[in-house]
């Protein structure tokens, strides 16, 4: 609205861009009125109403395209007094204001100043909250995956840490227990769980090794009874330190024992074993024994009787510096022993150091010695036939 009445004779006019002035009464019907409903036909240029709903004043405004309302009020065209629009945004109240996007702070959070909005969507960091991008980036706090984690590239964890169960999940002496990759350092875990793969050269030559190692525990406390082993892939190799089977199971063929090989076996070293079953047709033992007494009859080895039916013997007598060898033959029908000796080696007196013989005794094939001498040495070396 004009800000100064007008004179007599003058009217309301309207310049088209929504602003009123005071002018001389052009010739026409103009009026001016106060309704909440607009009227659309039978008005004429220049035709003022108040609306009474939404306090605005509307004016009537034809050109050559349109007939139509235009809002003549001073809050359609900036704020003021009596305004009724939208004049402050976030406490600015600049008439033409803009937006931006930023990443200060450590929450998202709008920040205005001047004519200006910026909205700060942080990058995720140390006490940040915010956005993860495709940059190099740490990602601080424990967090959950409720399905599969997929890496195109490697994933590495420091030397301190593991990826495996929570330690909390960790069952002590249980069979549910938690399979860990690297070193629960200090999680209640004293010792290394964990698998490490790598390619190296192959000591046997052929190139590199490829495999996968994993090492399975469920017992807190260092019990080899309870640890697991798998290997997969072209080889293993175990530069240094033992491995040890701590398993009881007895071996009746190819397929059983605390040890399954389903192909060949390779020893460059020296393999010792209290037997060793050749196509679970025959077995290799050894037995050593040294003697105190004269007393006859004491045992130097036993077998199965049920198992094995013969077995070949070669003996090493020593007692002091003198000498003894020998290979004996045995066999039996479950009730008698049939016995040859032959080979017969002496030392430096010509003279027999122990006499020989077998027996049927509570289900075992059993061979005996009797030594001349209270002290004598005896280690033998048997092949046995299953029967």
């Not at 004009?2 to 004179?7: A, K, L, M, N, V």
């Not at 026409?28 to 004429?44: D, E, F, H, K, Y």
């Not at 190296?200 to 190139?207: F, H, K, R, T, V």
């Not at 050749?278 to 049920?306: G, K, M, P, Y």
């Amino acid at each position: 609205m004009p800000e100064y009445d007008g004179s007599s004779g003058y009217a309301l006019k309207t310049d088209g861009s929504g602003n009123l002035y005071w002018g001389v009464t052009a010739s026409g019907t103009a009026s001016i009125g106060v309704s909440n409903v607009l009227p659309l036909v039978g008005n004429n240029q220049g035709d003022l109403i108040w609306h009474s709903e939404e306090g605005t004043l509307k004016i009537w405004y034809e050109d050559a395209d349109t007939s139509q309302w235009v809002d003549a009020s001073r809050n359609s065209f900036g704020a003021g007094s009596g305004s009724s629009g939208i004049y402050s945004l976030n406490g600015l109240t600049d008439s033409i204001q803009t937006f931006s996007v930023g990443t200060s702070g450590t929450l998202f959070n709008i920040s205005s100043a001047g004519s200006s909005h910026t909205f700060n969507i942080p990058i995720a960091g140390n006490g940040i909250t915010g956005l993860i991008n495709s940059e190099t980036q740490t990602i601080y706090g424990a967090k959950t995956f409720d399905s599969d984690l997929y890496a195109v590239n490697n994933i590495y964890v420091s030397k301190d840490n593991y990826i495996g169960g929570v330690p909390a999940d960790f069952t002590v002496g249980g069979s549910t227990g938690v399979v860990f990759f690297g070193i629960a350092k200090g999680q209640n875990i004293n010792r290394f769980a964990g698998m490490k793969v790598e390619e190296i050269a192959s000591p046997l030559g052929g190139g590199n090794l490829n495999g996968e190692v994993v090492f399975y525990t469920d017992s807190e406390t260092q019990d080899f009874s309870t640890e697991r082993l798998r290997i997969t892939g072209f080889g293993t190799v175990i530069s240094s330190g033992p491995t040890v089977i701590n398993n009881t199971t007895g071996s009746g063929g190819t397929t059983t024992g605390s040890l399954v090989v389903t192909g060949g076996a390779g020893i460059a070293g020296t393999l010792n074993a209290v037997s060793v079953g050749v196509r679970d047709l025959t077995a290799l033992f050894s037995a050593n024994l040294t003697t105190s007494s004269t007393a006859s009859s004491q045992i130097l080895h036993s077998l199965s009787a049920t198992e094995f039916k013969t077995a070949k013997y070669v003996v090493q007598c020593i007692s002091g510096s003198d000498l003894h060898a020998q290979e004996l033959l045995l066999i039996h029908n479950g009730t008698n022993v049939y016995m040859t000796e032959y080979s017969q080696v002496l030392g430096p007196s010509n003279v027999p150091l122990t006499t020989f013989d077998a027996r049927i005794s509570a289900g075992n094939f059993e061979l005996l010695v009797s030594p001349v001498n209270a002290s004598t040495t005896y280690i033998a070396a048997c092949t046995a036939i299953r029967g």
